[in-house]
């Protein structure tokens, strides 16, 4: 099973990038869809983002699409959401969780804060 931690939070302005990072450790990262949600200040948790296995499939929430990019690399056993053009509607806990058929994996989230 796979252990997650997220990093690259922080605040930025509207219209900044934040580029979010999750890393996973122990075995088989390669067999895991990984998808990115995200919790704003007293909504409910929200799917951002997701990339299949072997990256090849990616899935976005439609207000989303455009702004945000999921990416991962295998063989570093990392996966990425690149966040551009941020809102302070953006403001959010982000969240790495990664799952096969049989096991899922939360990270712990990482805080992106944009001021309005």
């Known amino acids: 099973q796979v252990h997650l931690v997220e990093s690259g939070g922080g605040t930025v302005q509207p219209g900044g990038s934040l580029r979010l990072s999750c890393a996973a450790s122990?075995?088989?990262?390669?067999?895991?869809?990984v998808t990115w949600y995200r919790q704003r200040p007293g909504e409910e948790r929200e799917l951002v983002a997701q990339?299949?296995?072997?990256?090849?499939?990616?899935l976005y929430s439609d207000p989303l699409r455009g702004r945000f990019t999921v990416s991962r690399d295998n063989t570093k056993n990392m996966g990425w959401l690149q966040m551009v053009n941020l809102r302070p509607e953006d403001t959010a806990v982000y969240l790495c969780?990664?799952?096969?058929?049989?096991?899922?994996?939360w990270g712990q989230g990482t805080q992106g804060t944009i001021p309005s």
């Open positions: 969780h990664a799952r096969t058929c049989l096991v899922t994996a």
């Open positions: 990339i299949s296995a072997v990256g090849r499939n990616h």
């Open positions: 122990g075995f088989g990262f390669s067999d895991y869809t």
